[in-house]
């Protein structure tokens, strides 16, 4: 099956420092990936829609110029966390879809997830 | 808007008992319906799905039934295990892409 691949899995930032988060399709093509964030014991909420080759489109509320995405190639999709807070401590997770999929039968795939501590 | 209501947990459950987890929308078309599972400390995992009205997703022993005249995804297993203690997500996306409206999310705790 299609595998996303998210990496770090973990990572630990001191306050005011930023955080790449990257997030690679390794079996295909995807035109498109998403970034959501998810609180603790909550849901996931969407927070950008990641388009290869054009900017991100950022969901309501969510701050573009503290969370930067480039999605420089078709299986590559990263994060930026800039000058991050301990507000900004959740776990973030990236899917994608198969730009053959062009039915969009099978869905998105996703990554792993990272889980953000910024002390 | 779109939106998913499922039902909150904690669900907690004996080994062998009957699972079930409500889940409801709201969409302006005909979207596609999910469950996504996510087992501690790691990320999502489609469990089943169903594009259209009538269509039964089934996995791993669990099921759910596309009902549009209720606008419902109801999952179901008739007998879970202590592997099964995860958070299940039900999720929509319309046609026009892959951008997921989840549902809160139910823990399910299975005890031996």
């Known amino acids: 099956g299609a595998v996303v691949s998210q990496h770090p899995s973990r990572v630990i930032c001191k306050s005011g420092t930023s955080v790449k988060i990257e997030c690679r399709s390794l079996?295909?093509?995807?035109?498109?990936m998403f970034w959501y964030r998810q609180f603790p014991k909550q849901s996931l909420m969407l927070m950008a829609t990641s388009n290869e080759g054009s900017k991100a489109t950022y969901e309501q509320g969510v701050e573009k110029d503290k969370f930067l995405i480039n999605h420089a190639s078709l299986t590559l999709s990263t994060l930026t966390v800039t000058s991050a807070h301990p507000e900004d401590s959740s776990f973030y997770i990236c899917s994608a879809r198969d730009a053959r999929d062009s039915a969009r039968r099978r869905g998105a795939f996703f990554g792993q997830g990272t889980r953000l501590t910024v002390v | 808007g779109n939106s998913v209501t499922q039902m909150e947990g904690p669900v907690t459950l004996s080994e062998e008992a009957f699972l079930t987890i409500n889940c409801t929308y709201t969409?302006?078309?005909?979207?596609?319906l999910f469950w996504y599972v996510q087992y501690p400390g790691e990320g999502l995992q489609l469990l089943l799905k169903a594009t259209k009205a009538d269509d039964k997703g089934s996995n791993k022993g669990f099921e759910a039934t596309y009902r549009k005249e209720t606008t419902s995804f109801h999952l179901e297993k008739g007998s879970v295990q202590v592997s099964d203690s995860a958070v299940y997500f039900c999720a929509l996306s319309e046609a026009a892409g892959n951008k997921l409206t989840f549902g809160g999310g139910t823990r399910v705790l299975v005890k031996p």
């Open positions: 969409a302006t078309g005909y979207p596609s």
């Open positions: 079996d295909f093509q995807a035109t498109t």
